[in-house]
């Protein structure tokens, strides 16, 4: 058990609809990352928080978006899903986002129907 | 840019094989290196890491050294069980740089 929680472990959905994934990091780690997992493209970073600020940003669509509450929980919504947005989304933390040791969760499962 | 390139899979061994899995990567500055593992249905996990040249990472029985000259980071294993059945990331992180994964190599391990 990594200390890193997600929610919803799966979730099915329609083309065009929103949704909202949940993380909540190891307890005292202020960094939040956000990946996402699918066959054909491998893990992709989508956006980085570190202590409520967002501190990188990388393969991330303009139709997704994130953000890290003063709680330190995070929150990665995607909106207007497509059949391609399919794909295993991992949340890691870690304490201060410099020593590139992450602690990943088990994923939220996305499938877009 | 700082990228990984990783050997393709997936690779398929008996128990008891030695294995090495190839990581080769690019980088500007001067990264710290990792792998990490995804076992079926979880997350994943550091394996392993080096932070400089000549460094050898080592867990589970699996090692890795920091090889500079060659831009190198193999993993290997003497003795692979059924157990190390899992896909292993090659990983490089270059200073403020985050985090950045090669594409995963599948290994399976038949008894």
């Known amino acids: 058990d990594s200390g890193v929680t997600q929610t919803p472990k799966h979730l099915i959905t329609a083309t065009g609809q929103r949704v909202t994934l949940r993380c909540s990091p190891r307890s005292g780690d202020l960094s939040v990352y956000w990946y996402q997992q699918s066959l054909d493209q491998g893990l992709q970073f989508l956006i980085q928080y570190y202590n409520g600020e967002e501190r990188a940003k990388g393969n991330i669509l303009e139709r997704f978006s994130a953000q890290q509450f003063p709680d330190l929980h995070s929150e990665l919504n995607l909106s207007s899903l497509e059949l391609g947005d399919s794909a295993l989304y991992f949340c890691?933390?870690?304490?201060?986002?410099?020593?590139?040791?992450?602690?990943f969760g088990e994923g939220s499962r996305l499938t877009v129907l | 840019g700082d990228s990984v390139t990783q050997m393709e899979g997936p690779v398929t061994l008996s128990e008891e094989a030695f294995l090495t899995i190839n990581c080769t990567y690019t980088?500007?500055?001067?990264?710290?290196l990792f792998w990490y593992v995804q076992y079926p249905g979880e997350g994943l996990q550091l394996l392993l890491k080096a932070t400089k040249a000549d460094d050898k990472g080592s867990n589970k029985g699996f090692e890795a050294t920091y090889r500079k000259e060659t831009t190198s980071f193999h993993l290997e294993k003497g003795s692979v069980q059924v157990s190390d059945s899992a896909v292993y990331f090659c990983?490089?992180?270059?200073?403020?740089?985050?985090?950045?994964f090669g594409t995963g190599t599948r290994l399976t391990v038949i008894p």
């Open positions: 990983a490089l992180k270059t200073g403020a740089n985050n985090l950045f």
């Open positions: 890691a933390s870690s304490l201060s986002g410099r020593t590139g040791e992450l602690f």
């Open positions: 980088a500007t500055g001067y990264p710290s």
